[in-house]
């Protein structure tokens, strides 16, 4: 991912509306880009040279998206807020999530094609069992693939870790240690594939070149449509209440 250095919030007249936008500077960019997200808003970023003075310009001739963007992430962001672990995601299937209290030692999950039924003490106690589960499968899986597409691209990785990063779906660093979100599970098969594949390819080039995405392609022809889903899904999963 782009490191980003935040230079300034400001705010523009859009059609009679004030929206506020962070600026941030991009050592990689070549070109301005807008960016929204239900927790931050508006970014706008730019290259490490720019024109100050072409922002807002830049921002006009952009208003009807942004306006458009703002709208539906606001509505997104209502239906998050109401939402409630009835429903959960597995595999980028959505499941009902059916919670029984018992008084057993041991808590239960079981998975079946449309449901996941969690057996616990309190509901709180259900929260954790799920995401130990959710952790579980992640470890498994990705385990498992990295070491098939590390064989296939030909690269090797140190250490594998499974964490909460809720800015990161995967990451590489120069050691060779490669770390990825445990909500990695809840997305589709074939985009966890391209997430371990973009993160393995990093190996061979530390950066997002041309040449990265032509060696990604390789290994996933339809990386294209996989970011897209990532980014189209992002907040979503990333405010399920686990």
Request: aromatic share 10%; charged share 30%; hydrophobic share 40%.
């Amino acid at each position: 991912m782009q490191r980003l250095k935040l230079v300034t919030i400001d705010d523009i007249v859009i059609d009679g509306r004030v929206v506020k936008y962070n600026l941030k500077q991009s050592f990689r960019a070549r070109h301005v880009r807008l960016e929204i997200r239900i927790k931050s808003g508006l970014s706008v970023i730019v290259p490490r040279r720019y024109n100050p003075l072409e922002i807002k310009r830049f921002l006009q001739s952009k208003s009807r998206w942004i306006l458009n963007k703002l709208e539906e992430y606001q509505v997104l962001n209502n239906q998050l807020d109401n939402q409630t672990l009835d429903n959960v995601v597995y595999l980028g299937k959505p499941l009902k999530l059916m919670q029984l209290q018992g008084e057993q030692e041991y808590a239960q999950l079981s998975l079946t094609l449309d449901k996941i039924l969690v057996t616990a003490s309190t509901k709180e106690r259900t929260g954790q069992v799920l995401k130990e589960w959710y952790l579980d499968e992640a470890k498994e899986l990705i385990t498992q693939k990295a070491a098939g597409f590390s064989r296939k691209i030909g690269v090797k990785y140190n250490k594998l870790t499974i964490k909460s990063a809720r800015t990161r779906w995967g990451s590489c660093s120069r050691l060779g240690n490669l770390n990825f979100n445990w909500k990695i599970i809840m997305v589709p098969e074939m985009v966890i594939d391209y997430i371990v594949i973009h993160e393995l390819c990093h190996l061979k080039r530390m950066d997002h070149s041309s040449e990265f995405w032509k060696l990604v392609k390789i290994y996933s022809p339809d990386y294209y449509q996989h970011r897209k889903w990532l980014k189209e899904h992002e907040a979503e999963i990333n405010r399920l209440p686990i």
